[in-house]
């Protein structure tokens, strides 16, 4: 049986996503690659990670006329919640916190999701806008910092070119507006917590999609009802 097609980089280690998921894992999808994997007629194509700066990423129109084939494409984390944001009317499903924020228009902006990473093994080079955002709200709730000063935070981490993003910038840049201490008490706190967003949303899409086609290959069984959008 064909199985499923994932475009997989940076969200998710591909060794943890096999645990989750028996699937055929693909670098981060670009302009062509959704109608190459439909060609193969998979279950489900699911779209996490995908190419922002070399190379054009697939357009809505792509995903679209593969939805209208009747392959079924689920969209988490990255590049998959844009598509799946534009796209849920039409069949798309989005999975995870990230597709919801971008659905109620908590976040507007594709740099909230994109970031640099190896072209070797996909490992992260700079981090997300939406983990810094995500672990700062984390710290306000935390009594770490107050919540004018998480909006400082913020702002300087967005006013930084997405591939230059990382928290040791942030960091170095903050020395001009907090005590040294308080920026300490936010490193720890950082470090010691698992904000990644992006991965939990990738792990989220796996299980969905595990579930999705665990009812659809069952004997006699009629086509799958399309499940609700899921967050975290």
């Known amino acids: 049986m064909t ?4 475009f ?12 989750l998921l028996d699937a055929d894992y693909r670098p981060p999808v670009k302009r062509g690659d959704v109608y190459l994997a439909a060609r193969e ?3 489900l194509i699911g779209i996490i990670d995908g190419v922002f700066l070399r190379t054009l990423p697939p357009s809505p129109l792509e995903v679209l006329e593969v939805l209208r084939a009747g392959i079924p494409v689920m969209g988490s984390s990255s590049l998959g919640a844009l598509r ?13 916190s990230i597709f919801k924020m971008y659905r109620r228009r908590q976040l507007i902006a594709d740099d909230e999701v994109a970031l640099v ?7 992260p080079l700079s981090e997300p806008m939406v983990n810094i955002r995500h672990a700062l709200s ?3 709730r935390s009594g770490i910092i107050e919540k004018r000063e998480r909006q400082v935070l913020v702002r300087t981490a967005k006013s930084f070119y997405f ?3 990382s928290w040791g910038h942030l960091f170095k840049a903050a020395e001009v507006h907090f005590l040294s201490e308080k920026i300490e008490s936010l490193k720890k706190f950082v470090a010691a917590g698992d904000f990644d967003l992006k991965k939990h949303d990738a792990i989220q ?5 595990a579930s999705f086609l665990k009812i659809a290959q069952a004997p006699d069984a009629a086509l799958p009802v399309r499940p609700a959008s899921t967050g975290r």
């Open 3 to 6: 199985k499923p097609i994932i």
């Open 8 to 19: 997989l980089g940076p969200s998710l280690p591909w060794e943890l996503a096999r645990e």
């Open 41 to 43: 007629k998979p279950p």
């Open 84 to 96: 799946a944001t534009e796209l849920e009317s039409h069949g798309m499903i989005g999975v995870g």
């Open 117 to 123: 990473y190896s072209p070797g093994d996909y490992r």
């Open 138 to 140: 984390a710290a306000l």
């Open 163 to 165: 591939p230059e993003r």
């Open 205 to 209: 899409l796996l299980r969905a999609a």
